[in-house]
């Protein structure tokens, strides 16, 4: 049984509670990420870098901007997933280990 990989919530806030600037962040910060994706940058062809990978996600939760960042980055591209937690950690930023549920609430499916 193989496990699946953590995910980990960069909030848009800083350790002393303050919302974290400029507003476009997570967006900037996934944005950069958008190469690393399942089969790498050639699996999408042309439009490969049009959307956010699926290892790193800007989402707004519960009214704070926050970017979600999947394990599975770190064995895709070691330097990517450290640059990404090192970005949190340079600027202080609240990073909580967790899972996103499904927008029903009822549990995904093991694929």
């Not at 050639?42 to 439009?47: D, N």
């Not at 956010?52 to 895709?76: D, M, Q, T």
């Amino acid at each position: 049984m193989t496990t699946k990989p953590r995910e980990f919530f960069i909030q848009g806030l800083t350790k002393e509670g303050r919302t974290f600037r400029p507003s476009d962040w997570a967006e900037r910060l996934a944005g950069a990420m958008s190469c690393f994706r399942p089969g790498g940058a050639k699996a999408g062809g042309i439009g490969a870098f049009i959307g956010y990978s699926p290892y790193c996600v800007p989402r707004v939760i519960n009214g704070v901007k926050c970017v979600i960042v999947n394990e599975a980055l770190r064995g895709i591209e070691p330097m990517a997933w450290d640059f990404v937690m090192n970005f949190a950690r340079d600027n202080g930023l609240q990073v909580t280990e967790a899972c996103l549920l499904p927008e029903d609430g009822a549990p995904k499916k093991a694929s």
